[in-house]
């Protein structure tokens, strides 16, 4: 990946941007709308929210408001955690659609594959949800279908009566948590591998993240999202202020070195910080 314009091309052909912006925490509100066209602005062409996130409508807005055309931008909204099932999907999907106010999604995602509204009875519901989304799929309305902190487990689950396999799985990855195992999983299925919270969700003091940025003139945060870029990763940065928007699409002028990635292992140590997909309180 050489510029914020490069992209992966999924299972079905189809192009995915090399960077998104998330929108995590983002209220609705008019902010989160400016927000979102600034960094429409600075280059971002993936805008990534959810319907847990409570701000589609603002980021409908901004999408339908920034004057690029539709086909520009790839906008992707995800299952809430009391929707699964076939029903259940249906009905939010289209609270979805009416909250965005656009024509088309291009990536739909399974939130989260076992919360608590269905974890004696995940692989059912998860198999009726899976149907939904590839009817919608199907009829054009999704452009892709993909899963969020979906572990190997629930992937093969989700095979097992899949007639379209996922085509993006969105996980939380960055130096601290680097989930070899589902990563490899994905690159043998054909699965795109999306990085939530890349930024460590700004925990940027450890000396060894401190001494890179320096050696290469850059921010914790740049060096953080490089490390994403380089690992194949898609990364999905939030940020509100102009500037942070601008610094952290500025990452593909330099390469981290090999001796710099094995270096940030001891970063592993720290290990997730957020919740396991089996175990998740919500």
Sequence with gaps: MNSINDYYVLS?????????FGTWKLPEADTTVDIIKTAIDCGYRHIDTA????????VGKAIRTCGLKR???FVTSKLSNNSHGYEKTMKEFEMTMENLDIEYLDLYLIHWPRPLAIRDMWKEANEGTWKAFEELYKAGKIKAIGVSNFLETHLEALLETATVAPMVNQLELHPQ?????IVEYCKNHRIIVEAYS???RGDFSHPVLVETAKKYNKSVAQILLRWSIQHGFIPLPKASKRERIIENADIFDFQLSDEDIEAMKVLEAKGSIGSHPDTAPF
Excluded: A
């Design 198 to 200: 890349p930024l460590i």
């Design 51 to 58: 319907f847990m996130y409570g701000n589609e409508k603002s």
């Design 12 to 20: 079905n052909g189809g192009k995915i941007p090399c960077i998104g």
């Design 177 to 181: 948590f680097v989930q070899r195992d």
């Design 71 to 73: 086909n520009e931008l």
